[in-house]
């Protein structure tokens, strides 16, 4: 039988046919409200071009709060090691990432949102994990932060195969750093340690209530009229995570550099108890015993 070949103008039409296919899909995943989350404040309720509204604009929190610990800081990542900066470089893109997705619900602000939030754990988990937690066939940190690096790319690779399902993923990590964070402090006898652990302990409580309450009890609030528990939950979580990542930096410099010997205080005050929590170092390199 012979085989009728398409003419030159139909494989341009093809391929331009293709090329538009692809087009509409890129565009797509950019779209407004192409995302398959869709949080309890109504959309477009206070602006025609922001979907939503409030839990956007409570999403400046970390362009707050993410400098001044970067500030805080300082004295701690300068001795200890500069790549913690990188915690609050990364909370800065968090926020600007939550910005985006929740002003347009799109399926790009929501990977881009809950990706960098993975980033931030795992470069916690690189700086801050115990040695003495190491699984066995790890021998430093160098090869540990690998280990955090090659599980990481992974695990943001498969967040795309089902991504509704990523905000549960990330917050079961909260549940293994509590259990590590328990295991560190049961010999501790220091009170202002023992204060700042309930502190970021109920603060998390806090935000996580209100994270379930949004996502499941959306009738309810909408009955009550107050459907801003998510934006809560911004606020909540940026000021859990100060004095959570204070709390283990505390800790990781009792161990690793305990010749510097760091304290807690907070800012802007030290005797104001809803300030920001932050190390200070009282020794110094010159304090440390060498044989």
Not at 84 to 113: A, E, K, N, P, R
Not at 126 to 140: C, E, G, Q, T, V
Not at 195 to 204: K, M
Not at 229 to 251: D, F, K, N, P, R
């Amino acid at each position: 039988m012979r085989q009728i070949k398409p003419s030159v103008g139909e494989l341009v039409m093809n391929w331009k046919g293709r090329d538009s296919h692809r087009s509409a899909g890129m565009a797509g995943v950019f779209a407004y409200e192409s995302s398959e989350v869709d949080w309890c404040e109504d959309n477009y309720r206070h602006s025609e071009t922001v979907v939503e509204y409030f839990n956007t604009m409570s999403s400046f929190i970390f362009f707050v709060v993410s400098p001044i610990m970067l500030y805080l800081f300082h004295p701690y990542a300068k001795e200890r090691n500069l790549a913690v900066h990188l915690v609050w470089f990364m909370m800065i893109f968090v926020g600007l990432f939550s910005m985006y997705f929740h002003m347009t619900l799109s399926y790009v602000g929501q990977m881009l949102d809950e990706i960098s939030i993975l980033w931030v754990l795992a470069i916690g988990y690189a700086l801050w994990f115990p040695r003495r937690h190491f699984p066995s066939f790890i021998k430093d940190r160098s090869s540990f932060s690998w280990m955090v690096l090659v599980i990481t790319v992974a695990t943001t690779l498969s967040s795309f195969v089902k991504p509704t399902a990523n905000a549960y993923a990330l917050n079961c990590f909260a549940i293994h750093i509590l259990y590590s964070l328990g295991i560190e402090l049961r010999s501790c006898t220091d009170q202002r340690v023992l204060r700042l652990a309930r502190v970021s302990i109920g603060l998390w409580v806090l935000a996580i209530s209100c994270w379930i309450s949004d996502r499941f009890g959306c009738s309810l609030w909408q009955k009550l009229n107050f459907c801003y528990l998510h934006g809560i939950w911004h606020i909540l979580i940026v000021v859990a995570t100060a004095s959570g990542s204070t709390l283990i930096a505390y800790l990781d410099a009792n161990s690793e550099i305990p010749y510097s010997l760091p304290d807690l205080q907070y800012w802007p005050r030290d005797n104001w108890a809803l300030g920001l929590p932050y190390i200070v170092l009282k020794g110094t390199t010159k304090t440390q015993k060498r044989c």
